[in-house]
């Protein structure tokens, strides 16, 4: 197979875009396409201060890559989770993900949860009895937290997270199996600023999967391979193979379902979905938006671990 800009050997065969590029095009092509995106959806300027939530994974690690290649004011945030799984998990993607900053003189905040919190996810789960024996809704509540207060407090104007079109098909598959008009409302790449949060961006939200693997072997980048040990057997990964299934018989198929659905919501499609909006209000302690009177999701969280706590 030849690249298609050079005639040259192709390394990268994407069957879904009809395209075959070898490595130094494939290189050029990720981050131009990125550009792309950011402009098209508006996510950006080259003025904003940008926060990069960083997991020590190859799509947040790479989108990170191509926003400081392509000129962008970005910083990055890695959570500590307290994530073990036999293999250290989270002490292991905190190591990628500080080397990665300091082998490019970049800034990487960092928050353990467990210093900051009093507990890990694992044990805040626990305590909290939410999330039937796995960690992966608490984990999610604190990470938004966290990033939000994070951008928040630091000044930054955009939150910016590594999610690939694979995770946002999987959500959207999910999304639609239930006909959740709320939600489909508001999945897209990018997600408007409100009071006590920053506007959240997905720059990498059309990008396969496979392409950011690709993207991050070919550059060099050295991520985390595994997945957090609490992913297996969950309903996301169940949704990404079956969406893998109608890829393999129909290449594209990923990438027009999404597309497709951001065309639908553009026109229309969801705004009338017949669902109540439900008003929003700063939570007492963090001051973050909530729906809740009084304490945010999170903030009722860390009070039920420790009873009464300031929490930041
Ligand atoms: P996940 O929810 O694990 O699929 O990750 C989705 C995105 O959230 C990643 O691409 C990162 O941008 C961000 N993220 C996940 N885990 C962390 C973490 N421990 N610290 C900072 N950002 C994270
Ligand atoms: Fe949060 Fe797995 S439970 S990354
Ligand atoms: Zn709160």
Redesign the pocket.
């Known amino acids: 197979m030849k690249c298609k800009k050079c005639g040259s050997k192709a390394v990268v065969n994407m069957r879904q875009h009809k395209l075959a590029l070898c490595k130094e095009d494939y290189l050029e092509w990720v981050p131009e396409q990125a550009e792309r995106f950011i402009k098209k959806y508006r996510m950006f300027s080259h003025a904003d201060k940008i926060l ?6 190859k ?2 690690l790479s ?1 990170w890559e191509i926003l400081v290649r392509l000129g962008y004011q970005a910083d990055g ?5 307290g994530i073990d799984g036999g293999f250290g998990y ?1 002490s292991e ?1 905190h190591r990628l993900a500080a080397r990665f900053a300091e082998e490019r003189g970049l800034t990487l905040h960092i928050v353990d949860v467990e210093a900051e919190y009093g507990e890990s996810i694992p044990v805040i789960s626990e305590i909290s009895q939410r999330g039937r024996g796995k960690p992966c809704a608490v984990c ?1 509540l604190t ?1 938004r937290h966290v ?1 939000n207060r994070i951008a928040r407090d630091r000044g930054y104007d955009v939150l ?4 690939n079109l694979d ?1 946002e098909a999987a959500v959207l598959f999910g999304n639609t199996l239930r006909w959740s008009g709320e939600f489909l409302r508001r999945q897209g790449p990018v997600l408007a600023e409100m009071p006590g949060m920053a506007r959240k961006v997905k720059p990498l939200c059309r990008f396969y999967e496979r392409e950011m693997t690709a993207y991050a072997l070919l550059r060099g980048i050295e991520y985390i391979y595994e997945e ?1 040990p609490f992913a297996e057997g969950s309903t996301s990964i169940y949704y990404k193979e079956v969406l893998n299934k109608l890829e393999n018989n129909r290449p594209g198929a990923k990438l027009t379902f999404y597309l497709s659905f951001l065309e639908a919501r553009e026109r229309g499609l969801f705004t009338e979905a017949g669902e109540v909006r439900q008003e929003l209000h700063p939570c007492t302690n963090c001051g973050q938006p909530t729906t809740a009177p009084g304490l945010c999701s999170f903030c009722r969280m860390i009070d039920k671990v420790h009873g009464e706590i300031e929490i930041p």
């Not at 945030?77 to 989770?81: R, S, T, W």
């Not at 910016?160 to 999610?163: K, S, V, W, Y």
């Open positions: 990069v939530a960083v997991s020590g994974g799509d947040s989108l945030l890695y959570i500590g989770l989270s993607s999610g990470k990033m910016a997270t590594g999610h995770d957090c």
